[in-house]
């Protein structure tokens, strides 16, 4: 299975030379399977490049996209994103069924001819809707995906793909320690079991957490408690604070590993993984 991260930034895009390393593209991650089957999560910023990358390819089947939240940094990319426009390209948007009549409303209130000029309803590709049950996940071909409630100030969902013998769990925009969860912590524990790679959102510092607890993002140290907690092998930092620069985040990663004995990381745009 390979991942490869399109935009990995939180909140809002951050282009910059203070972010060109780690990426100022909002969240966008592309799946590939050994059979070859993709599976695209989330429509931020970064989907633009992955549409230029899909123009590229001579036949594309049906591309399924998971919609995690319809908080704006995970669907603004979508009217960049131009295989939309195409006839030949046929896409499925798939959503949990406790969010989807806001994501079905929403991208469409997004571009609706005056807050974007195009239209979603008028676009030349061929587009569907699939609802998610919490309970059942879905299938892709030979692949299975888990989902489960993340704890957010909006219904928001984490994705778990089977591949084989491999297992990639991906929850973003997801609050682990709060006060009053929709999800009990050891439910997240429980649903990253064993797996081979984890990317989980990581926002924010110790410190900042002092003024953003309830805001519905994670510390780099409750994720590596999780990680520990659930044996993962390998763990990605994912959605970085726009206000946090390259070298901030080498320093705190950098910090992080004395912490724990797990491989560690910090998800970068462009950054292929092999699981």
């Known amino acids: ?163 084989g013998g491999k297992t990639f769990c991906f929850l973003t925009d997801n609050e682990l320690m709060i006060d009053k969860p929709q999800t009990e912590y050891k439910k997240f524990v429980d649903f990253c079991s064993g797996a081979d790679l984890l990317i989980h959102d990581a926002q924010y510092t110790e410190d900042d957490m002092k003024r953003t607890r309830g805001w519905g993002h994670s510390t780099f140290l409750e994720v590596i408690k999780l990680a520990e907690d659930a044996g993962v092998k390998s763990l990605g930092f994912h959605h970085h604070d726009p206000e946090r620069s390259d070298r901030q985040l080498e320093q705190v990663i950098g910090e992080m590993k004395a912490n724990t004995k797990i491989h560690i990381f910090g998800a970068r745009e462009g950054e292929k993984l092999e699981v």
């Open 1 to 163: 299975m390979q991942i490869t991260h399109y935009g990995v930034r939180g909140s809002i895009p951050a282009p910059g030379h203070d972010t060109v390393d780690f990426g100022g593209n909002t969240t966008c991650v592309e799946v590939v399977t050994s059979k070859g089957q993709r599976l695209i999560i989330d429509c931020g910023t970064g989907i633009r490049k992955l549409g230029l990358n899909l123009l590229k390819e001579k036949e594309v089947p049906e591309i399924p996209i998971f919609v995690t939240h319809v908080h704006w940094d995970h669907i603004q990319g979508l009217p960049f994103f131009l295989p939309i426009y195409m006839s030949r390209f046929k896409i499925r948007f798939l959503g949990a069924k406790e969010s989807f009549g806001r994501l079905y409303s929403t991208l469409y209130d997004q571009m609706d001819g005056y807050v974007f000029p195009a239209k979603l309803q008028e676009v030349q590709s061929n587009i569907n809707y699939q609802v998610v049950e919490d309970d059942e996940g879905f299938n892709l071909g030979e692949m299975h995906c888990d989902i489960i409630r993340n704890n957010h100030p909006v219904p928001t969902y984490g994705v778990k793909i089977h591949d």
